[in-house]
């Protein structure tokens, strides 16, 4: 089985729709897909049908954004029960408003140096999109200013500049929780990641281990090689699940759907551990 368990489509910074996200996956020959969008579930439905029409299993997860020790974390939500008034939706909802006063001032600081509005943001993201750099990012590349995501990241928006606004989100340890009261399974996205900025050091990894993180994203394209093998065997001594994922955002990023994968075993071991909201096989 070919198992690719985080990728996001439109609804957060992805470039493909739930459906045309899934139609890929199944012509590249993906058995098991997950759809983990940004702070949100709103591809779900849709997510579910093409998976249905397609014939390949997926496993509907969400990317929450966290903060621990001043350091961002990205916490993988894998099966949970979506209900609309539990405690973990209702802290999405937050951050969704969270993220989107943010975006307007970052707008309202880079529209001091360079030609760009809020609408030219708006354009770049659909309806019910959690809206974050990404699509400041693709406004300035569709306005000329710079060349790509990766350069608007790496330059103008790095959190290095002036137009740079930090994001109040929850602890990674609360988040744990709030999966598991929903039922869900959580791992710990790109945990090396260096290049996107600091990473989480061993004290902070143990703190989220002993709140009761299921799992660990080994191996991802961020995450160095030899951090790799250091992951697996934390996750081994811990009784972790570890998974391997593309990260894809379709024409959003370089990653590839299935450039690294998920095992089997460690597949049924995720879904054994979930209460929440069922996987849909193929």
């Known amino acids: 089985m070919i198992i690719d368990l985080h990728t996001h489509s439109r609804f957060s910074d992805g470039t493909q729709t739930p459906a045309e996200l ?167 996205a790109h945990p090396a990641a260096s290049a996107r900025g600091r990473v989480l050091p061993a004290a902070g990894m143990r703190e989220m281990i002993d709140a009761g993180l299921d799992g660990i994203e080994v191996d991802h394209r961020d995450n160095p090689p030899e951090a790799r093998e250091r992951l697996r065997a934390l996750a081994a001594s811990h009784g972790l699940i570890v998974t391997g994922s593309s990260d894809y955002h379709g024409a959003g990023k370089v990653n590839r759907l299935g450039e690294h994968t998920t095992a089997s075993d460690m597949f049924w071991s995720l879904l054994e551990r979930a209460t929440g909201s069922p996987y849909l096989p193929g």
């Open 22 to 188: 899934v139609d890929e996956a199944a012509m590249r020959g993906i058995d098991v897909l997950g759809l983990t969008d940004h702070d949100t579930i709103s591809g779900w439905d849709e997510a579910a049908e093409a998976a249905r029409a397609a014939g390949i299993g997926l496993v509907r997860g969400m990317e929450i954004s966290c903060r621990l020790d001043g350091i961002g974390v990205h916490l993988l939500g894998y099966l949970f029960d979506s209900a609309a008034d539990s405690a973990l939706m209702e802290v999405v909802r937050t951050t969704r408003q969270v993220r989107t006063t943010r975006m307007r001032t970052m707008v309202e600081r880079l529209a001091e140096d360079f030609a760009i509005t809020l609408d030219d943001v708006l354009a770049q993201a659909g309806e019910h999109t959690t809206i974050g750099r990404p699509h400041i990012a693709d406004a300035l590349v569709h306005a000329g200013i710079v060349p790509s995501r990766d350069v608007a990241f790496a330059g103008i928006l790095s959190s290095r500049e002036r137009y740079y606004v930090p994001v109040q989100v929850l602890s990674p340890l609360e988040a744990i929780h709030l999966v598991h009261e929903a039922g869900g399974v959580t791992v710990f």
